[in-house]
């Protein structure tokens, strides 16, 4: 689980098959894409860093601009940083992304630094990705409770001849 935060990248490497313990399928790959980046978003959105700690407050001035108390930290002021994650898959990896136009932005909030050479820790907000795999437990339960589906399906099946049956039958059904 590779964490990179830099100024013009900041992502996220997963590797499923060390989670899963066995080789994932596309389809398994794309929603563990989804469900962790919705679980970033929602845990952003709520006002929590990525160890369930609060954010610090914003300053007097930007929560001015905001619209919002300073204790109101949920990284939402245009929606596009939380709105520019990517996904690449690779073998048995998964990386999340922040595109390139938002790294900035995002390795400002999660160091602390917006826009300085260097990161204040007492300021950072750090909102992406994932410390450990405890963190992913739940993600990769609902993924795995995909490939049960997909075997209880083919269990169903005792041989190709019963599925050449099945496809027949299909087959007049539609033609029908």
């Known amino acids: 689980m590779e964490r ?8 996220q490497t997963f590797d499923l098959e060390e989670l899963l313990g066995y080789s994932p399928s596309t389809e398994q790959k794309e929603l563990f894409y989804k469900l962790a980046v919705d679980k970033m978003v929602e845990r952003t959105v709520s006002g929590s860093d990525v160890n369930g700690s609060k954010f610090p407050s914003y300053n007097k001035d930007y929560a001015a601009e905001k619209g919002v108390s300073v204790g109101s930290v949920d990284l939402v002021l245009t929606g596009d940083m939380l709105d520019s994650f990517s996904d690449n898959y690779a073998g048995d990896m998964v990386t999340i992304s922040v595109n390139s136009s938002n790294a900035g932005k995002a390795h400002g909030n999660i160091t602390g630094s917006y826009g300085k050479p260097s990161g204040v820790k007492s300021k950072a907000r750090d909102f992406f990705g994932f410390k450990n795999k405890s963190d992913v437990s739940d993600i990769v339960s609902q993924v795995n409770a995909l490939r049960e589906s997909d075997v209880e399906f083919s269990n169903g099946l005792t041989d190709l001849a019963e599925l050449r049956a099945l496809v027949n039958q299909i087959r007049l059904e539609i033609s029908e």
């Open 4 to 11: 990179t935060i830099k100024k013009d990248k900041v992502s």
